[in-house]
């Protein structure tokens, strides 16, 4: 059986939908969530389906290292770390005990936009055509080689706030498919 553990910071959409969509496999699970956020949404999400919760205040330690440390010690096995929507950088401290095997959810077409604001970004800077890609972590701000990426085209007009919707909506798609992907290739 192959684990994962999911980062998220938020409300816990893209980590239901890979709940949800892990159900439906006997050979993979979410060992674990762990979130920077006490009273985020994702927690609950993730009580109310029996996985563990693992919290952590990085104010708490003395420096990024120190707070990766900590949570490593805390950490359950996993062959893969998915970031859900984890509004942190990771450290070098978790790059080197999961080699490879950390990927993220990024709501933009990478090499472009990358950063927290990635969708908005885009639709500021008027493009015509945006995305969703799923990318090994490294030691940048999203720039670590692509997976799997999916496009979504800006209509004409388009608010801001729909866009954001049908990007979420292929958040939800894209992730489940791009985790079966790399466990059918034997990536993970």
């Not at 956020?37 to 708490?60: C, E, F, N, S, W």
């Amino acid at each position: 059986m192959k684990k994962l553990i999911v980062f998220a910071s938020g409300t816990g959409s893209n980590f239901q939908a890979l709940a949800d969509h892990l159900r439906t496999r006997s050979d993979v699970a979410i060992g674990a969530l762990v979130c920077d956020k006490p009273q985020a949404a994702v927690i609950g999400r993730a009580q109310a389906l029996g996985i563990p919760v693992i919290t952590i205040d990085y104010r708490a330690y003395a420096s990024k290292a120190a707070a990766e440390q900590a949570l490593l010690a805390r950490l359950p096995a996993a062959d893969l770390v998915v970031l859900a929507g984890f509004m942190r950088i990771v450290g070098p401290t978790l790059l080197a005990a999961f080699p490879d095997r950390i990927i993220n959810l990024h709501p933009a077409l990478l090499p472009s936009f990358p950063g927290r604001t990635g969708i908005e970004d885009a639709w500021r800077y008027g493009v015509k055509v945006t995305g969703v890609t799923v990318h090994y972590v490294d030691a940048g701000i999203d720039s670590g080689r692509i997976i799997a990426q999916a496009p979504v085209a800006i209509a004409v007009g388009e608010s801001l706030a729909h866009l954001e919707a049908r990007i979420h909506a292929v958040e939800h798609d894209l992730l489940p498919r791009t985790v079966d992907q790399l466990i059918l290739k034997g990536a993970i």
